[in-house]
Antibody, heavy 122, light 107 residues
Framework: EVQLVESGGGLVQPGGSLRLSCAASGFTFTFFAMSWVRQAPGRGLEWVSTVSTSDGNTYYADSVKGRFTISKDNSKNTLYLQMNSLRAEDTAVYYC???????????????WGQGTMVTVSS | DIQMTQSPSSLSASVGDRVTITCRASQGIGNNLAWYQQKPGTVPKLLIYGASTLQSGVPSRFSGSGSGTDFTLTISGLQPEDVATYYCQKYNSAPRTFGQGTRVEIK
């Protein structure tokens, strides 16, 4: 059974940093691109970032480009999101998501973690 | 960037009704479209990918159609457990944009 478990969320002041983690199990993590998707309170889903498989290429939404860094440690089956220069508008539940098919990237998300809440406030 | 626009933003229908949600892309995306269901307080769930392929375990009353710029999610016989917000997403290139969501309620 595929499991994705996020951690690392919390309350942080504007301008601060957080690192989110997503521990994966139940599938061959190395073969799958992984992504972060966020959802602000009462709002819709927003794609944040994707890391591909073998080439390690990364992709970001314009709203987080230059502030967030996605990475994937295949030896630890863990996905990360380093978030710097946090703003109030980054307040959201952050989900990690797995691609449907083992490709470089570019497929639907067939598994989601339970999410971790990030609150940016003074 | 390609924008994804869903309509309506919300709807109310009776149990057993046929419900249709539309998603329009601002540029052609082939069939690289997914539909997700998010029930209140839960994690999004993949319903359909490739515009029309039903994900394993999803009831057959859900169906998807379309290609290029215009897509449709249909629920053939709305059930109480279908109360949720439904999102479309283009996924084959960045940004992997979601639609704004369609909230489905029971009348």
């Amino acid at each position: 059974e595929v499991q994705l478990v996020e951690s690392g969320g919390g309350l942080v002041q504007p301008g601060g940093s957080l690192r989110l983690s997503c521990a994966a199990s139940g599938f061959t993590f190395t073969f799958f691109a992984m992504s972060w998707v966020r959802q602000a309170p009462g709002r819709g889903l927003e794609w944040v970032s994707t890391v591909s498989t073998s080439d390690g290429n990364t992709y970001y939404a314009d709203s987080v480009k230059g502030r967030f860094t996605i990475s994937k440690d295949n030896s630890k089956n863990t996905l990360y999101l380093q978030m710097n220069s946090l703003r109030a508008e980054d307040t959201a539940v952050y989900y990690c998501a797995k691609e449907l098919v083992a490709t470089i990237w570019g497929d639907a998300f067939d598994a989601w973690g339970q999410g971790t809440m990030v609150t940016v406030s003074s | 960037d390609i924008q994804m626009t869903q309509s309506p933003s919300s709807l109310s229908a009776s149990v057993g009704d046929r419900v249709t949600i539309t998603c329009r892309a601002s540029q052609g995306i082939g069939n690289n479209l997914a539909w997700y269901q998010q029930k209140p307080g839960t994690v999004p769930k993949l319903l359909i990918y490739g515009a029309s392929t039903l994900q394993s375990g999803v009831p057959s009353r859900f169906s998807g159609s379309g290609s290029g710029t215009d897509f449709t999610l249909t629920i053939s016989g709305l059930q109480p457990e279908d109360v949720a917000t439904y999102y479309c997403q283009k996924y084959n290139s960045a940004p992997r944009t979601f639609g704004q969501g369609t909230r489905v309620e029971i009348k």
